[in-house]
Nanobody
Framework: QVQLVESGGGLVQPGGSLRLRCAAS????????MNWYRQVPGKERELVAT????????NYADSVQGRFTISRDNAKNTLYLQMNSLKPDDTAMYYC??????????WGQGTQVTVSS
């Protein structure tokens, strides 16, 4: 079955860095555009970054532009999110998403990122 498993979250001080990882299985990873979302309790899920199937095109939310980098390794079926210069406002549950159509739309279980001193 389809699985997206995020890892790499944790507690980090402001200004610190984390690298999130999303391991994909059960579908043809290299044919899906991939996304990272985040969500804070009581708020809507926010699109953080997107990457095309080859990795040649990326887009970022204004709030993370210049600090976060999305990448993928199609040979390893893995998606990454490098997060630098973290701020308390980056605290959220981060989710990996694979979406090709409304039907072919898969989510991971999330990994918690907490930025606090």
């Amino acid at each position: 079955q389809v699985q997206l498993v995020e890892s790499g979250g944790g507690l980090v001080q402001p200004g610190g860095s984390l690298r999130l990882r999303c391991a994909a299985s059960g579908f043809t990873f290299s044919t899906y555009p991939m996304n990272w979302y985040r969500q804070v309790p009581g708020k809507e899920r926010e699109l953080v970054a997107t990457i095309s199937i080859t990795g040649s095109n990326t887009n970022y939310a204004d709030s993370v532009q210049g600090r976060f980098t999305i990448s993928r390794d199609n040979a390893k079926n893995t998606l990454y999110l490098q997060m630098n210069s973290l701020k308390p406002d980056d605290t959220a549950m981060y989710y990996c998403n694979a979406r090709r159509t409304i039907v072919y739309n898969y989510w991971g279980q999330g990994t918690q990122v907490t930025v606090s001193s």
